[in-house]
């Protein structure tokens, strides 16, 4: 899933700018912040049911926090290690 939709991400980034380094960085972070996202989504719930707590009430919150820093952070840390 993330390999499609990172391809996807990487034409459009490619088609916008011309640039095939920016379009593989694209690439790279859609499929790392998916994969983060699979992951995080079954490990929080176990993890809080573990902790004795309501997985339903409280892994979404979890999950949105870790995967929008976490995808924000492999995004630039990938356009620093690539593009600079």
Do not use: C, Q, Y
Not at 2 to 18: F, K
Not at 30 to 56: C, V
Not at 64 to 73: A, I, L, P
């Amino acid at each position: 899933n993330g390999m499609l939709i990172g391809a996807a991400g990487a034409l459009v980034a490619w088609a916008t700018t011309g640039r095939a380094d920016f379009a593989l960085v694209v690439w790279f972070a859609m499929l790392a912040n998916m994969s983060l996202g699979g992951f995080m989504g079954s490990f929080i719930p176990f993890a809080m049911k573990r902790l004795s707590l309501d997985p339903a009430s409280g892994s979404n919150v979890f999950l949105t926090g870790v995967t929008d820093s976490g995808g924000f952070f492999i995004f630039l840390g990938l356009g620093a290690l690539f593009l600079v």
